[in-house]
Nanobody
Framework: QVRLVQSGGGLVQPGESLRLSCTVLGINFRITDMGWYRQAPGKERELVASITSSGSTKYADSVKGRFTISRDNARNWVFLRMNMLKPDDTAMYYC????????WGQGTQVTVSS
């Protein structure tokens, strides 16, 4: 019954911004560690940002300084704000619970193109 439901994504030009959202249902969200992953065609899925239950964050070098992960514990949401988007950021993005096996959002496409 635990599920993650994503929203956001879309097509933007280089330099523009997007915000992804993920709602976590069926579990005590306040104790979860969350991550955002992405997967481009022909490439492995990679972790781009994570946030612990206490709010500590980490980022992949490729997105550091441009992306911000945050959470709203009162409403069971985790967000990924993506600024200064580049074509290399184009991928399917997934929300994931880091302390529960194989618990993923459905994925949302981010395409950065001029």
């Amino acid at each position: 019954q635990v599920r993650l439901v994503q929203s956001g994504g879309g097509l933007v030009q280089p330099g523009e911004s997007l915000r992804l959202s993920c709602t976590v249902l069926g579990i005590n969200f306040r104790i979860t560690d969350m991550g955002w992953y992405r997967q481009a065609p022909g490439k492995e899925r990679e972790l781009v940002a994570s946030i612990t239950s206490s709010g500590s964050t980490k980022y992949a070098d490729s997105v550091k300084g441009r992306f911000t992960i945050s959470r709203d514990n009162a409403r069971n949401w985790v967000f990924l704000r993506m600024n200064m988007l580049k074509p290399d950021d184009t991928a399917m993005y997934y929300c994931k619970m880091e302390n529960r096996k194989d618990t993923w959002g459905q994925g949302t496409q981010v395409t950065v193109s001029s």
